[in-house]
């Protein structure tokens, strides 16, 4: 497994309810050695939280989270259509000025930003595996629909919110989600879906 070096950007990217701490913001307590917490008080989340550039040392170094603006999350595979999909989520860093989340590339300030933004999106869809990129509010899904035809980018996102939400009450014990967080049915899992659209 990779240290992270410099790095630093899940302390920023991810939202934090158990410290108050809105995604996008930086952690109060980041520091130059990483996190200023040390032992029990730190939350049990950051001490398990599971980087896939860390702990995938094939991956390009040029794919390091805080050069890239993306931190890519293993999100175990959903059921959709009676077949399972692998999923990994990218949270941006809405700071880069490099998106894939609007559908289109924004104006990089280095063209090869864009280039590594592109080959990392490209190593998991050739690979089969579906990636649901998060800018701030923003949400899509990008996959290889050739490979699972019949399947839309509605049916994964609305497979993938259920079936993180059945795990609600761990998220809850870690910090990593809100009182609020419940586990949803199916048809609420899609409600939600078509709500976030307007459709
Ligand atoms: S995003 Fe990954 S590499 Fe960067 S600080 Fe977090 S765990 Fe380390
Ligand atoms: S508590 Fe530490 S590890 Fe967790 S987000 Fe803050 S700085 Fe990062």
């Not at 991810?14 to 980041?30: Q, S, T």
């Not at 949400?139 to 993938?160: H, K, V, Y």
Request: with cysteine.
């Amino acid at each position: 497994m990779r240290s992270c070096g410099d790095c630093r950007l899940c302390c920023k990217v991810f939202p934090l309810p158990l410290l108050a701490k809105p995604a996008g913001e930086w952690c109060r307590h980041v520091c130059a050695v990483g996190c200023a917490i040390h032992g029990p008080g730190k939350p049990d989340v950051c001490c398990q939280y599971d980087c896939y550039w860390r702990e995938h040392d094939a991956l390009s170094e040029a794919w390091c989270p805080d050069r890239i603006g993306i931190v890519v999350t293993e999100a175990g595979s959903v059921t959709v259509g009676y077949r399972l999909l692998p999923v990994v989520l990218f949270q941006e860093d809405c700071s880069v000025g490099v998106s894939l989340a609007n559908g289109s590339f924004e104006p990089a300030s280095e063209a090869s930003l864009g280039d590594a933004v592109r080959g990392l999106l490209d190593h998991f869809v050739s690979r089969g595996v579906a990636v649901m990129i998060i800018h701030g509010l923003d949400a899509r899904i990008e996959f290889d629909r050739a490979r699972w035809p019949g399947i839309s980018a509605d049916d994964i996102e609305a497979a993938l919110r259920y079936e993180l939400s059945q795990d609600a009450e761990e998220l809850k014990r870690l910090g990593a989600v809100g009182d609020e967080y419940r586990p949803l049915s199916r048809d609420e899992a899609e409600a939600a879906c078509r709500e976030e659209r307007g459709s």
